[in-house]
Every structure is written in structure tokens, then in C-alpha cells.
């Protein structure tokens, strides 16, 4: 049995990507086999296929790491999850391809309320905000949450999840209509940075009190000033680098306002405590089927049009969350619905 996949055969440019016919995978003894419906597209997708990730999968691969669909088998070991249900997964690589394989554990059965297309752009997302926000910098209820990039894929989700902590959340982005889209997920103020000054802005807002914790993806420019608007004992976190400039902090600044520097990596989070994830990730569905979450979904494409989507995320068009949609989804559509 053969699938269809975007294949990368060497670390290139991502305009180099290409699809092809390969044989179906087959579970291992503690692996799930799943028909994929759709698969999110995260920034990493286009480091990973350039070799510009601190991953670097044996070649030839297809990058992808969430997807959402349909169990097709389970290894022996598996109990978790049986043939026929509907799942959400997060694979690592693999995910462009009309099938992929995920470790048992990184399998999760999704609400009967959630979409394939809302579910294949959940996990990386919702989850490295909660880790960030509930682990890793302990957010209280009242305290001032800031999200850098906030009109992005985790940058919605983090709004949203600090508000369900009980947060006053100020949402910074690129343009008014980033900034309208990140209202409507529940942001108490906005800041337009490119044409107003975020430490200016933020003391309007914060007044002397300052931010109690900064979410940060997009790395660059914004980095220092954000620092410097903490609050004493704040907390930064660092998500990713969307930006593609990796800041040099001041460390004094640190030192100062005695805050706090926090690395988030969800993905080593979730291999080490395969537990607290499982109940982090129940703890998300449940919030879900509450109405406490809402994702957004900024662009779904078929399976060709991977190099659109893929350029849509990495030039940071993307509002929400882009994820690709496969054929196999659409010839099984009443099984996978």
C-alpha cells in the first residue's frame, strides 16, 4: 500500500520540497498508525527542511509535527487508543503525508465537538502556552500577562489560556487588523508596535506597577524594551525566535527588576513527563468543550499547495493557525466526520 508525501530529501531551501508516493507506514510495538485528516504548520517546519533546526531528522523525511485524523492501527502494546478513533497527535515529523505514525504516547482522543482542522493546529499550540504559562511561570489570577507576536498561531492560544487563568492580557502586534482578531480572543489591551513605542505604551497601561509576565516567540527588536517594562519578580518567557534575530539581553536588567529568564520547550517537557502532559492536554479539552478556547484556524490548504502555506507561516502572514488538508481526508470523509 502506497501514501502520498512532501518529502525532503536534503537540507535545502523549502522551495525544494517535493510530492511523492511512498509505502504506508506500519506501527511499531508501541506506535499508532493514523489516516491523517489535516496536519498543523508550525515555523520549525521550514528551520527543520533547511537544516536550520536544533533537529535534524535522518533524510529523506516529511516535516509536520501535529496532526489531527483517524486511527488506522495500533502496535501490540497499545491500549490507549483503538482503530476508528478520532485523535489528535503529535509526531515529531512525518505529519505531510495522507498517513503518519505517532508514539502511543503523544496520542490523544479529541472532543466530539472538535474539527479535524481545529484539532491538527491544537496540540503544539495550546500546549507549549499552557506549559509556558501554568508550569513554567506559575501566572496568578490579576496578574498582567503580555503577548509579543499575539496574533500568531501560539500567540492567540496564549491570550486565551491567560485569561482562563483569570490575566489581564495585552496583546502586541503588527498591524490594527492582527490587533482586532487578537481582541476578540479576549485581549484587554493592544499595542501596535510598529506605530507605537512598547515601552511607552506598556507605562500607560501598567503604570510603575509593570508586567508581571512577558510571552515571547518572535525574539528581535522588542526582546529589551520588554524586559526593561517587567514588573519586580516578572517572569519572561522565551517561545521561539519568529523574528528569526535572537536577542542579547542585558543581564543586569535581570538583576534589577530580580525576574526571571524561562526557557519553555514543550516538546522535551512532554517526552520527559509523559503524565503531567496527558493531564495538561485533558485539562485543555475540557476548557475546550467549556467554551474557554476558541482556535483559529487562519488558513487550511490541500496537500498541493503545501509551498503556500508553508511560506504563509514562515513570512508571518499567518493569522492563527495554517494547516494543510489531505485528499484521504476528503475520499473518507464520512469516516473521518
Not at 20 to 45: K, Q
Given at each position: 500500500?502506497?501514501?502520498?508525501?512532501?518529502?525532503?530529501?536534503?537540507?535545502a531551501?523549502?522551495?525544494?520540497?517535493v510530492v511523492?508516493s511512498v509505502p504506508?507506514?506500519?506501527p511499531?510495538?508501541?506506535?499508532?498508525?493514523?489516516?491523517?485528516?489535516?496536519?498543523g504548520?508550525?515555523?520549525?517546519d521550514?528551520?527543520?527542511?533547511?537544516?536550520?533546526?536544533?533537529t535534524?531528522?535522518?533524510?529523506?523525511f516529511?516535516?509536520?509535527?501535529?496532526?489531527?485524523g483517524?486511527?488506522?492501527?495500533?502496535g501490540?502494546?497499545?491500549?490507549?487508543v483503538?482503530?476508528?478513533?478520532?485523535?489528535?497527535a503529535?509526531?515529531?515529523?512525518?505529519?505531510y503525508?495522507?498517513?503518519?505514525?505517532?508514539?502511543?504516547?503523544?496520542v490523544?482522543?479529541?472532543?466530539?465537538?472538535?474539527?479535524?482542522?481545529?484539532?491538527a493546529?491544537?496540540v503544539?499550540?495550546y500546549?507549549?502556552?499552557?506549559?509556558?504559562?501554568?508550569?513554567?511561570?506559575?501566572?496568578?489570577?490579576?496578574?498582567?500577562?503580555?503577548?509579543l507576536?499575539?496574533?500568531?498561531?501560539?500567540g492567540?492560544t496564549a491570550?486565551?489560556?491567560?485569561?482562563?487563568m483569570?490575566?489581564?492580557?495585552?496583546?502586541a502586534a503588527s498591524?490594527d487588523?492582527k490587533?482586532?482578531?487578537?481582541?476578540?480572543?479576549?485581549?484587554d489591551?493592544?499595542?501596535?508596535?510598529?506605530?507605537?513605542?512598547l515601552?511607552?505604551?506598556?507605562?500607560?497601561?501598567?503604570?510603575?506597577?509593570?508586567?508581571?509576565?512577558?510571552?515571547?516567540?518572535?525574539?528581535g527588536?522588542?526582546?529589551?524594551?520588554?524586559?526593561?517594562?517587567l514588573?519586580?519578580?516578572g517572569?519572561?518567557?522565551?517561545?521561539?525566535?519568529?523574528?528569526?534575530?535572537i536577542?542579547?539581553?542585558?543581564?543586569?536588567?535581570l538583576?534589577?527588576?530580580?525576574?526571571?529568564?524561562?526557557?519553555?520547550?514543550?516538546?522535551?517537557?512532554?517526552?520527559?513527563?509523559?503524565?503531567?502532559n496527558a493531564?495538561n492536554m485533558?485539562?485543555?479539552f475540557?476548557?475546550?468543550?467549556?467554551?474557554?478556547?476558541n482556535?483559529?484556524?487562519g488558513?487550511?490548504?490541500?496537500?498541493?499547495?503545501y509551498?503556500?502555506?508553508?511560506?504563509?507561516?514562515?513570512?508571518?502572514?499567518?493569522?492563527?493557525?495554517?494547516?494543510?488538508t489531505?485528499?484521504?481526508?476528503?475520499?473518507?470523509?464520512?469516516?473521518l466526520?
Amino acid at each position: 500500500m502506497t501514501m502520498r508525501a512532501v518529502l525532503c530529501h536534503e537540507f535545502a531551501p523549502r522551495a525544494e520540497l517535493v510530492v511523492e508516493s511512498v509505502p504506508s507506514p506500519e506501527p511499531g510495538t508501541d506506535e499508532v498508525l493514523i489516516d491523517v485528516a489535516a496536519c498543523g504548520i508550525n515555523f520549525f517546519d521550514g528551520l527543520m527542511v533547511e537544516g536550520n533546526y536544533q533537529t535534524k531528522p535522518d533524510r529523506p523525511f516529511s516535516p509536520g509535527s501535529e496532526v489531527s485524523g483517524v486511527v488506522r492501527a495500533v502496535g501490540q502494546n497499545v491500549k490507549t487508543v483503538t482503530p476508528g478513533t478520532r485523535v489528535l497527535a503529535f509526531t515529531g515529523t512525518g505529519g505531510y503525508a495522507e498517513q503518519a505514525i505517532a508514539p502511543a504516547r503523544s496520542v490523544h482522543p479529541i472532543p466530539d465537538t472538535m474539527g479535524f482542522e481545529q484539532a491538527a493546529g491544537f496540540v503544539i499550540t495550546y500546549a507549549t502556552s499552557h506549559h509556558a504559562l501554568k508550569d513554567r511561570a506559575a501566572v496568578q489570577a490579576g496578574e498582567t500577562v503580555l503577548v509579543l507576536g499575539a496574533a500568531g498561531g501560539v500567540g492567540l492560544t496564549a491570550i486565551e489560556i491567560a485569561k482562563r487563568m483569570g490575566a489581564k492580557v495585552i496583546a502586541a502586534a503588527s498591524t490594527d487588523e492582527k490587533l482586532a482578531l487578537c481582541r476578540t480572543h479576549g485581549a484587554d489591551e493592544l499595542i501596535n508596535y510598529t506605530t507605537d513605542d512598547l515601552r511607552t505604551r506598556l507605562k500607560e497601561i501598567c503604570g510603575k506597577a509593570g508586567v508581571n509576565v512577558v510571552y515571547d516567540p518572535v525574539g528581535g527588536p522588542m526582546a529589551e524594551g520588554a524586559i526593561r517594562s517587567l514588573a519586580i519578580n516578572g517572569r519572561y518567557l522565551v517561545i521561539g525566535f519568529a523574528s528569526g534575530d535572537i536577542p542579547k539581553i542585558p543581564l543586569n536588567l535581570l538583576l534589577l527588576k530580580q525576574s526571571s529568564l524561562i526557557g519553555v520547550f514543550w516538546g522535551a517537557f512532554a517526552r520527559a513527563n509523559p503524565d503531567m502532559n496527558a493531564a495538561n492536554m485533558a485539562e485543555l479539552f475540557d476548557w475546550f468543550e467549556a467554551g474557554h478556547l476558541n482556535p483559529h484556524i487562519g488558513g487550511a490548504y490541500p496537500m498541493e499547495r503545501y509551498a503556500e502555506a508553508l511560506d504563509a507561516v514562515m513570512e508571518r502572514r499567518a493569522q492563527g493557525k495554517v494547516v494543510l488538508t489531505m485528499p484521504r481526508a476528503e475520499m473518507n470523509k464520512r469516516t473521518l466526520e
